[in-house]
């Protein structure tokens, strides 16, 4: 492949997690064989990576080729189209590595007409940072992580609700870096009384994801730690309209059915692209049960618990037959001093 | 290690190569654990990597953090110093990853005076990019890497010259590669004769290095094919002071000694940062004997060839003790496709 295109991709990856309903984007302008502009899609709204890097190339970008992690664009959404700056900008070249699947109308023709080459050089790695943005935006739903951390026989906690803590302390900054990545993190009120956690990020320069409750009944307790920081955004889902709440950072959402697809449009909508699951058997299971959950991490101690079958992390009300129970693949297999973390994708 | 000092460190690597006698750099602005702005040195008298991401974040640097691959330099050069700009913009807290032991004074305290917190976070990864521009820098030399295409019994060509080909074609590729990364290849003019070579970077987007030839006699065909490429100047070193060309992209330096030394001072005053020396067993000898070679890149095909000496790529008139032979640490050893790629540091 392009070193080139390889740049691009490296620099979309970088902004990973911060683009919120946009895809992280990376482009580099190259002339006579010299990097003359980088840039990458900072945040929503902001400029379009290829604009960065144009921007920073000025003239010198004239006659030369942009590599672009994603097909540059052809609408009016926040920002103009990429591919008249692209035109405007003189530029000769123009390799992109993955398709814009979710484009009304795609730029290779316009391009071609303005005496732009143009390549789509597929990548599969690319692909992978892609492909549940194509998925979520014709949806109009988040991307969805769910973690789940636990023994190797499958238990979020012991029978008697204990489960400070399961996985080690590595795993615990691995966590950290999970949030980073995602825009907001979700989990229900039966958590949230026991564990009575923060859901914050504390990595150096981290960013504190939203965190949103699924309470339908709302029976919640706010003088529970999670409602002391109120550095970032609270986001209350309830079915119940009685529910209110004084504290400035808390917004109360009451759906009439909070089923997991109404919650998802609704966060979709104010602006969440990554979502993360971090919640107790129940919500947890809603979500592997709904077609909604795109990844699945699992976090296994080198434990086993025990008991009688409270707080497995899969719980059904239906017994499914063998050939009928959720299927993952395997993505990604890694040791974390001792723990195992598995990134799977439902089949 | 932090992941934004990381994407500083990878960024400079993405310009290793085109900064000439100035080191490659890369830096990222964080504010609110939000990538903010991204710069790299992309040419030496161009902006240094902070003012480039300082640029790209504005006024979102304010209150932010800035990583970079290098200590930011505190004295006017071709730019004024980073540390005004660092100050300037508002910055709180810089974090560098190489101590750059070329500066007269360093900024640590002035920045810390401004109120900015500065750390200093060894990076070894990044180390190995500037070791090599610390030491030349100092001596006033490119960085020199020789690179040597024999076969496993260390001969170039067989004892009737004949050297084409015995590597195959994807160490080929990889040599543009190198030629793409150094902003010149020095070779002597017995290759030229022999191997009519041309010296160009045949990637994508690939920029051909400066072409030096060494001919201590000036007995120079100029009808061999390196003269008709005059994209790239070429530098002719030579003892000669009649030797003269018209060719319009061709420079004749006459030097009274054209040692080693005396040729690598002269092509670092004129902006050589880095040296690719491709040449046959006299050249490449005498630089295997001096204390300027950086790094030694040998390809090996998997053939003998035998004959009695002749284009062995190392040759002396001395006879060292086993104990005072040139010795080398493996820095990285590579399949390339059924041919291997050995990276080797002179110890």
Redesign the interface.
Same mark, same amino acid.
């Given at each position: 492949m /392009? @070193?080139?295109l390889n740049?691009a991709i @490296?620099?979309a990856k970088?902004?990973e997690g @911060?683009t919120g309903t946009n895809p992280p984007v990376g482009a580099?302008v190259?002339k @006579?064989?010299?990097?003359? *502009?980088?840039?990458?899609h900072?945040?929503k709204g902001d400029k379009h990576a290829e604009v960065?890097a144009l921007d920073?190339a000025g003239e010198q970008a004239q006659g030369g /080729?942009i590599y672009v992690s994603l097909e540059p664009c052809t609408h009016y959404g926040s920002t103009p189209p990429c591919i008249n700056k692209i035109i405007s900008a003189g530029i000769q070249k123009v390799v992109y590595a993955v398709k814009d699947t979710t484009l009304k109308t795609h730029g290779d023709d316009v391009l071609q007409q303005s005496g732009i080459q143009v390549e789509f050089r597929h990548q599969p790695e690319a692909e992978s940072l892609y492909r549940d943005f194509f998925i979520t935006k014709r949806q109009s739903v988040p991307k969805v992580t769910v973690k789940v951390s636990c023994s190797l026989d499958g238990k979020q906690a012991t029978d008697e609700a204990q489960s400070k803590w399961i996985t080690n302390k590595a795993v615990k900054k691995d966590v950290f =870096?999970l949030r =980073?990545d995602h825009d907001a993190v979700l989990t229900g009120r039966g958590t949230l009384k026991e564990d009575n956690p923060q859901y914050t990020?504390r990595i150096?320069? *981290?960013?504190?994801p939203i965190r949103v409750i699924l309470s339908k009944s709302g029976q919640i307790d706010f003088n529970l730690d999670i409602f002391q920081n109120q550095s970032e955004p609270i986001w209350v889902y309830t079915e119940n309209s009685k529910l209110k709440s004084d504290i400035e950072n808390v917004e109360i959402n009451c759906l009439s059915n909070c089923s997991i697809e109404n919650i998802l449009k609704d966060l979709h909508e104010k602006g969440i692209g990554r979502l993360l699951v971090e919640a107790g058997p129940t919500v947890t299971s809603e979500f592997l049960q709904s077609n909604y959950t795109n990844e699945l991490i699992l976090y296994y101690a080198p434990k086993i618990i025990g008991g009688s079958g409270n707080y497995q992390f899969f719980q059904t009300e239906n017994i499914f037959d063998l050939s009928e129970v959720p299927h993952f693949e395997i993505v990604n297999s890694q040791m974390i001093e001792q723990n195992i973390k598995l990134t799977l994708r439902k089949k």
């Open positions: /392009s @070193q080139f740049y @490296q620099l970088m902004v @911060q580099v190259v @006579q064989g010299r990097i003359v *502009g980088i840039g990458a900072l945040q960065q920073m /080729s =870096h =980073h990020t150096e320069d *981290g960013k504190h």
